[in-house]
């Protein structure tokens, strides 16, 4: 599995590669996101509009580093919202470069946190999408009588 770092100028490309042209508009939210995150540059650099017109500022070089690639394609993502298309041109455009993983390895989702809810939330998705036999059934509620808890099994099931 690729790591982040040797990734995300390759996928930034390929986003921008897949990805319809952007319009003033997003490049003016993509321009607040970037100068949110610390990064006091405009859409290209040299020009921004100003109340309707164009205005010569003094030219800002930015330091294209990893960083700052990785904040660009943040915030392209966080404007943009990718759907699973995208993700999928995106991962194929990615695939002559060496990459293999999936459109889901690039897809953010919150950590779980281990809770109540979740560890009943994944008990009855296991319990309607692969229930135990039986013989499995016994074993389970042995091992949950050692612990303090006890049910039958028509209880369980």
């Not at 590669?17 to 990064?39: L, S, T, Y």
């Not at 405009?42 to 921004?48: D, P, Q, T």
Request: net charge negative; hydrophobic share 45%.
């Amino acid at each position: 599995m690729p790591k982040w770092e040797d990734i995300r100028e390759d996928l930034f490309e390929a986003i921008m590669q897949v990805h319809p042209p952007i319009n003033k508009e997003q490049q003016a939210d993509i321009v607040k996101i970037m100068r949110g995150k610390g990064h006091d540059m405009g859409w290209n650099a040299i020009r921004y509009k100003a109340t309707g017109t164009a205005v010569t500022m003094p030219r800002m070089l930015q330091n294209w580093d990893a960083e700052t690639h990785e904040a660009v394609l943040l915030a392209l993502i966080e404007h943009m919202k990718p759907n699973g298309s995208d993700w999928s041109a995106v991962v194929a455009s990615l695939r002559p470069k060496g990459y293999m993983f999936t459109e889901g390895a690039l897809v953010y989702h919150q950590p779980t946190v281990w809770d109540h809810d979740a560890h009943l939330a994944l008990l009855q998705a296991f319990m309607a999408e692969a229930p135990p036999q039986p013989a499995q059934w016994d074993a389970i509620l042995e091992r949950v009588a050692r612990k303090g808890y006890f049910y039958t099994a028509s209880a369980a099931m």
